[in-house]
């Protein structure tokens, strides 16, 4: 279950959230927790977060290593504040930060050789749904963005444009549909492996539908926004059950 607080929260906020959210997760074995706060959260959040299984992701990164990139954060820079992952190719980047399938496919390719697990982030847009586009995109994105990548440390987001922060979740049995043709894309990349590779649902994921959304085979965890950002939410949608 991962956390993506966007653009939102300081360090003080940041500190409060994990404060009340170390409490209420404390038990919890089986599930993965994955915080991705804003870059300048990422210390504060790595000190408090300590010993605790809680990882930490960027919520982007670029594909150099160093250099003249003004404004950019790279894959070592984010190791060293203690990420395993990142987040890459969200549809806020695609859509307002002009991230395109090869930039997605050259910052993937980065994070993975630094050693860093990757949140790779698909989905349609409404208009694209509804003129019957859906696979299409899904299929580009996946072919383009995971060119001459390797399954391993790889983790896959479906979601959907239209159910991201909209309060709109596409229901359970469009998520598994869609879950299932990206596993069966990702079964023509890597074969078996396929079935190993989680797969998240994001798009207004909320305490009261994750398990009817978790219940689906093909969907293994959420991506979670908005409901992320207060700590009994997202403990809520971690303990689903
Ligand atoms: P949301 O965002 O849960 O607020 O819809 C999800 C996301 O963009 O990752």
Redesign the pocket.
Known sequence: M?A?W?MNKTTKETEGFINGFLPLVKDVQDVEIVIAPPFTSLPVAAKLLGESNIKLAGQNVFYEESGAYTGEISPLMLKDVECSYV?IG???RRQYFGETDETVNRKIRAAISAGLAVIF?IGETLEQRESGNTFNILKRQITEGLRGITANGLVL?Y?PVW?????KTASPEQAQEAHRFIRSELGNLYGDTAGTIRILY?????PDNVSSLMSKEDVDGA??????LKPDSFAGIVKYI
């Not at 159910?163 to 309060?167: D, L, P, W």
């Not at 994001?202 to 909320?206: C, D, Q």
């Not at 991506?223 to 992320?228: N, P, R, Y």
């Open positions: 991962a993506n966007k987040i969200h549809s806020e982030c987001a979601e159910a991201i922060g909209t309060g994001g798009g207004s994921v909320k991506l979670v926004g908005g409901a992320s």
